[in-house]
């Protein structure tokens, strides 16, 4: 079954430190991939996305991910927080070529960022 | 930008009564929205898909006489919550897209507390 993996439920980073979040996916082909930011009360905003091609990926805030095949993973990194970016982070796959376009959201990494 | 209006941002209603959430795209035709309802610090649940035109399909254990969607233009969605409960109370959030190329936009959200 297809699936999301958010192992991190919680991270603590100091501002300014470098950020990794993880995050594995179980799926029978490569899905368009998608890391999401959850401000509190709020929606979801789209940080960056993975179809094809370079498998770093370049987002919004200055955030990046690497699609790595071999892992199944699509980890999202940020090399010096900022206080504002504490959030929760949400990772989703869609599949390809299914005549759908749903969304499988992993559980979220919420990200807390000490001054 | 691609922009997703959702109202009301909060709503206080009575247990028995029914309440209408409304998901505009302001800029874009959405052939698909979707509807997700979160509990507090958990991740997304997807409700239903909403095609205009069409009946919404609903996922497994939502009852969709309770929650009535309605996407009668490219730009609108509604979700109505009928005969609303206190376990009803949750965040519920709409997203929109043309497509899994384009990614999702998402509401704001809409937090609905039934007393």
């Known amino acids: 079954a297809q699936s999301v993996t958010q192992p991190d439920i919680h991270i603590t980073v100091s501002e300014g430190a470098s950020l990794e979040l993880r995050c594995n996916y179980s799926?029978?082909?490569?899905?368009?991939l998608f890391w999401y930011v959850q401000s509190p009360g709020q929606g979801l905003q789209l940080l960056l996305k993975?179809?094809?091609?370079?498998?770093l990926v370049q987002g919004i805030k200055g955030f990046e991910a690497e699609f790595k095949r071999s892992q199944s993973s699509f980890n999202l990194r940020k090399p010096s927080v900022h206080w504002s970016d504490a959030a929760e982070y949400f990772c989703?796959?869609?599949?390809?070529?299914?005549?759908?376009?749903?969304?499988?959201f992993g559980t979220g990494t919420r990200l807390k960022v000490l001054a | 930008g691609a922009v997703v209006s959702q109202h009301p941002s909060r709503v206080i209603c009575k247990s028995g009564t029914s309440v209408k959430i409304e998901c505009r795209s302001l800029?874009?035709?959405?052939?698909?929205m979707f509807w997700y309802r979160q509990f507090p610090k958990q991740s997304l649940m997807l409700m239903a898909t909403?095609?205009?035109?069409?009946?919404?399909?609903?996922e497994q254990g939502v009852e969709k006489d309770k929650f009535l969607i309605n996407h009668a233009s490219l730009t609108l969605s509604t979700l109505t919550v009928t005969s609303a409960h206190p376990e009803d109370s949750s965040f519920y959030i709409c997203?929109?897209?043309?497509?899994?190329?384009?990614?999702?936009?998402f509401g704001s959200g809409t937090r609905l507390t039934v007393v």
């Open positions: 993975y179809f094809s091609g370079d498998t």
């Open positions: 989703a796959v869609a599949p390809v070529n299914s005549g759908t376009y749903k969304y499988i």
């Open positions: 799926y029978g082909a490569t899905p368009y």
């Open positions: 909403s095609n205009e035109g069409s009946k919404a399909t609903y």
């Open positions: 997203s929109a897209t043309t497509g899994p190329l384009y990614g999702y936009t």
């Open positions: 800029d874009f035709q959405a052939t698909t």
